[in-house]
């Protein structure tokens, strides 16, 4: 989240991924921040707007806006592609640039970047040269959710700001998910981060993602892969990607099954292994269905794998499941390791 000072108004770029306001104030402590810079600015607060605005609309960048709804001196931006043309008066979506002046000494340029979700901009800041960018491009993720469009955002913001010469002190994103070491990135859902990379990115990041997506758009959709760069991984979303050839990772797998509720739900994890056809890590949720087990024992500890379940399904194509084209299988339960001396309960 980013708070942008003007003498008539102040921009506060993204809400945070919290709704209450209990456990997240957010809305407080900008209030308190405000009070703060006007104290010593000698400003009343109600001479000045607070305007809420998002870099796109997903929920850990949108949750705080409640907090901020019907409040004094306070506008909350819409999220939709229509609300933030109107707010920022892009007649022509997604070409259009925007600007929004905090006050005559600072203006920022709203520059429409769909891509890694449909309502993505990004925020040039002509006082300071800083060019706030959003999950767009960041020391992490790059996942993109189009990835026409999102070539064409990456390629339209660099020409903005090479053709009118812009300074870009720094590009800031909004999360760090890379580590000190280059490409290496920490595991997804990670709550400590020792060691961040500099959230700090340059011109020369932006470039470096241009010209990947630039070729990976001219090889075609079957070249289309994920990159690691040092400071940031290119990550299509799947439904963005070449599917697997299909009937191929051909076998019987087996799979680690973990009761979730007596309902029949369960986790499901395949047990890799570095030789195709086994070579593909993937963990599922699944609903047992006509199964002729009376119940699956739930775990009474999910931190230790206690009745442990794997099943054997029948003969078939690994890729078809990771492509979509497979929702159901059939599969013979055993408690604990199938290839070992098991109890084979079929199911
Ligand atoms: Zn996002
Ligand atoms: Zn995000």
Known sequence: MYLLFGTKKILLIDSGATVASTSFPIRKHVEGIINRW?????????????????????????????????????????????????????????????????????????????????????????????????????????????????????????????????????????????????????????????????????????????????????????????????????DPNPSQLPPYPSDGRMAEHGFILLPLSTLGLVWISHKPMFRTPHDFQLVFTARVTYSNLNHLLLPTNTSILQNQWTILPDLWSLNNLLNGNMTTFSAQFFIGNFEQESLNDSG
């Not at 607060?45 to 901020?68: C, M, P, S, Y």
């Not at 920022?108 to 970047?113: D, K, N, V, Y």
């Open 38 to 234: 006007c104290l010593n600015n000698k400003k009343q607060r109600k001479d000045l707007e607070l305007v809420v605005a998002h870099t796109h609309n997903h929920l850990d960048h949108i949750a705080g806006d409640g907090q901020f709804q019907s409040q004094l001196y306070t506008t909350v931006v819409g999220t939709s592609v229509e609300d933030m043309s109107y707010f920022f008066k892009l007649s022509k979506w997604p070409y259009s640039i925007g600007t929004f002046a905090l006050d005559n000494q600072r203006q920022l340029a709203i520059i429409p970047i769909p891509g890694h979700e449909n309502a993505s901009i990004a925020f040039y800041d002509c006082a300071t040269g800083l060019l706030i960018t959003g999950d767009s491009l960041l020391p992490g993720h790059l996942y993109i959710a189009n990835f026409s469009a999102n070539v064409d955002s990456i390629e339209r913001l660099l020409y903005f700001i090479e053709s009118n010469n812009l300074n870009v002190s720094a590009i800031l994103g909004a999360h760090i998910e890379m580590t000190q070491t280059d490409k290496v990135d920490y595991p997804i859902g990670a709550t400590y981060q020792p060691k961040e990379r500099l959230l700090n990115l340059s011109l020369d990041h932006l470039h470096q993602l241009n010209n990947e997506l630039q070729e990976q758009w001219k090889a075609g959709f079957d070249q289309r892969h994920k990159a690691y760069y040092d400071a940031f991984i290119v």
